[in-house]
């Protein structure tokens, strides 16, 4: 029994353990029972090597309930061994449900539901050699009918990037975050220190690492319910006072009896080959900046066209191709983008187009009137 827990400590992880155990010949003890029933003499599980190294029975002790009391019998293996065990037993879970130890870290593991309850699960696709993450309802995936409407996918980095914009945002905001803590009723003192508490988690808010953002939404959020048109975050508000004051938080998930519920205007749309996330303009959340490289590329390919143009460098269509190495049917086609309004082209170049904005709804062509443009392409008049 001791060989188990060294080795575990010295492999790290029980599905290595296991393989080890597997390939040396260990097997659980051979046990008759007073009817002359043989079990055991098998190899172990996974789920039986977990329940071994965290059943306190082989340091001399005993559970009951949650309690551990001293047992009357001796242990087998050496306390320091059990503590040890213990200590890398957490570790290896709080890794797991961060998400730390991941390639891809899927911020809202766990945490994102469609409207019939089911849950969505992490799932990616390579093309071109371009990894495209998406959250994915259980439903599709073990090939069960939906809701009329419900969303089957979406995309990952979307949906991670609204839910965190909105999270920085009820951070930053005094009153709702009084709201969203409950705390409105506190004296003067505890409302300065949550606010002061969330406006400094707001400010780092991009600095922490993906396991430390992982870790606060697991804490504060309940669930997020995914809907046609919109999101619902349910923020637990007991939670969200303990983790601003610094305190221990844990909720079970099921029994969400304090509830701060945000709602985020949202629906999926497909943009190219991608499906995207759409946030309505004026909502309030906002998306990063997200540089599209294809739509950057053909717009500054155009920039200096019609000047060549007009100083007869660029005879026909044929040597614009020729001067952009490019087919002489997809010169002609992205000419038209050299008209696009300066203030169009300045935000493709900075990655604040529209979300839906791609090449090949430009190529379907656009108005010349750079206010009709602004109008058709959904941006938003700054002036």
């Avoid at 965190?164 to 009820?170: K, V």
């Avoid at 100083?311 to 086609?333: N, W």
């Amino acid at each position: 029994m001791k060989r188990i827990f060294e080795l575990y400590l010295e492999l790290g992880c029980v599905a290595k353990l296991k393989d080890r155990l597997d390939r040396e010949g260990l097997r659980s003890k051979v046990r008759r029972s007073k009817a002359g029933q043989r079990s055991g003499g098998s190899s172990y599980s996974r789920g039986a090597l977990y329940c071994l190294l965290q059943n306190p029975i082989y340091v001399g002790k005993v559970r009951h309930r949650d309690a551990i009391y001293a047992g009357e019998h001796a242990g087998v293996i050496p306390e320091q061994l059990w503590d040890k065990v213990q200590e890398r037993l957490r570790a290896n879970c709080k890794t797991r449900r961060t998400g730390s130890n991941a390639k891809s870290p899927s911020l809202l593991v766990g945490l994102l539901f469609d409207p019939d309850g089911n849950r969505f699960t992490p799932f990616h696709a390579d093309r071109r050699g371009k990894r495209y993450r998406y959250y994915v309802s259980q439903a599709k995936i073990q090939g069960r009918s939906t809701g009329h409407g419900s969303p089957i996918r979406v995309p990952a980095r979307d949906i991670e990037e609204i839910v965190c914009s909105r999270i920085q945002s009820l951070l930053r905001s005094p009153e709702e975050l009084l709201h969203a803590t409950g705390a409105e009723g506190n004296d003067a003192a505890a409302c300065k220190l949550f606010i002061t508490a969330g406006k400094h988690l707001a400010k780092t808010w991009p600095s922490r690492s993906t396991s430390e953002q992982r870790e606060f939404l697991c804490n504060v959020i309940g669930r997020i319910d995914v809907h046609e048109t919109e999101l619902q975050m349910a923020v637990v508000q007991s939670a969200l006072r303990a983790v601003l004051l610094g305190e221990q938080s844990a909720h079970d998930g099921k029994s969400l009896q304090d509830v701060f519920t945000i709602t985020i205007d949202a629906r999926v749309k497909r943009c190219g080959w991608e499906v995207r996330l759409v946030v309505p303009a004026g909502t309030g959340t906002q998306m990063p900046n997200r540089p599209v490289l294809p739509l950057i590329k053909a717009v500054a390919r155009v920039h200096r066209w019609p000047e060549k143009i007009m100083c007869g460098e660029f005879q026909s269509r044929q040597s614009i191709a020729q001067f952009a190495k490019v087919d002489q049917r997809y010169a002609g086609r992205i000419l038209q983008f050299a008209f696009l309004a300066p203030d169009i082209v300045e935000a493709i170049l900075e990655g604040r187009q529209p979300a839906d904005l791609t090449v090949q709804r430009l190529l379907r062509g656009f108005p010349l009137s750079w206010a009709e443009q602004r109008k058709e392409l959904d941006f938003v008049s700054e002036s």
